[in-house]
T-cell receptor
Framework: DTAVSQTPKYLVTQMGNDKSIKCEQNLGHDTMYWYKQDSKKFLKIMFSYNNKELIINETVPNRFSPKSPDKAHLNLHINSLELGDSAVYFCASSQDSAERAFFGQGTRLTVV | GQSLEQPSEVTAVEGAIVQINCTYQTSGFYGLSWYQQHDGGAPTFLSY????GLEETGRFSSFLSRSDSYGYLLLQELQMKDSASYFCAVRDQNGGFKTIFGAGTRLFVKA
């Protein structure tokens, strides 16, 4: 069983479109995250949710809106996609203060 | 804010030992983690230090000095499959627990 799964794995779309990435974890963790990894491999935290509540919102354009219907899911919706949004987006989860984060396989988003 | 510094690239030969250093600055330090990421893959957890000292897990060891805001990852008996990016990451507790990653060190292992 995959611990953290996200879909789709690849997403190619045109500028101006709206798209969503889904993430689910079956580890029973309280906290879920979205990270963006750019072409230089820099992993930047975007959002963190704890028990469905947003607790961290780094400096991210408001075109990005996370939604957590329950603590096992954290989806990412992106409006009006721009070229600069092209990156790999990773979902991750951890048990609150636990040291280890588990990552999904990543979604490679390409905006053309 | 938080910042982490680690070398961008390291090259070593098979069978050798390599050390990847990491210095950090954060006001809410809780612990230091290390992650490995192969090209096209997801970051995977290697080790964690919350207290000063050395933690050993097989060929990999990690060290932390909280007073120096410094840590390192030691990889022994290098294998070709160890070629990957290695990230140090600070577990920060300000405003809710989060893991902040360094820019990563690309390790090249040569035969």
């Amino acid at each position: 069983d995959t611990a953290v799964s996200q879909t789709p794995k690849y997403l190619v779309t045109q500028m101006g479109n709206d798209k969503s990435i889904k993430c689910e974890q079956n580890l029973g963790h309280d906290t879920m995250y979205w990270y963006k990894q750019d072409s230089k491999k820099f992993l930047k935290i975007m959002f963190s949710y704890n028990n469905k509540e947003l607790i961290i919102n780094e400096t991210v354009p408001n075109r990005f809106s996370p939604k957590s219907p329950d603590k096992a899911h954290l989806n990412l919706h992106i409006n009006s996609l721009e070229l600069g949004d092209s990156a790999v987006y990773f979902c991750a989860s951890s048990q609150d203060s636990a040291e280890r984060a588990f990552f999904g396989q990543g979604t490679r988003l390409t905006v053309v | 804010g938080q910042s982490l510094e680690q070398p961008s690239e390291v090259t070593a030969v098979e069978g050798a030992i390599v050390q990847i250093n990491c210095t950090y600055q954060t006001s809410g330090f809780y612990g230091l983690s290390w992650y490995q990421q192969h090209d096209g893959g997801a970051p995977t957890f290697l080790s964690y230090n919350a207290l000063d000292g050395l933690e050993e897990t097989g060929r990999f060891s990690s060290f932390l000095s909280r007073s120096d805001s410094y840590g390192y990852l030691l990889l022994q008996e290098l294998q070709m499959k160890d070629s990957a990016s290695y990230f140090c990451a600070v577990r920060d507790q300000n405003g809710g627990f989060k893991t902040i990653f360094g820019a990563g060190t690309r390790l090249f292992v040569k035969a």
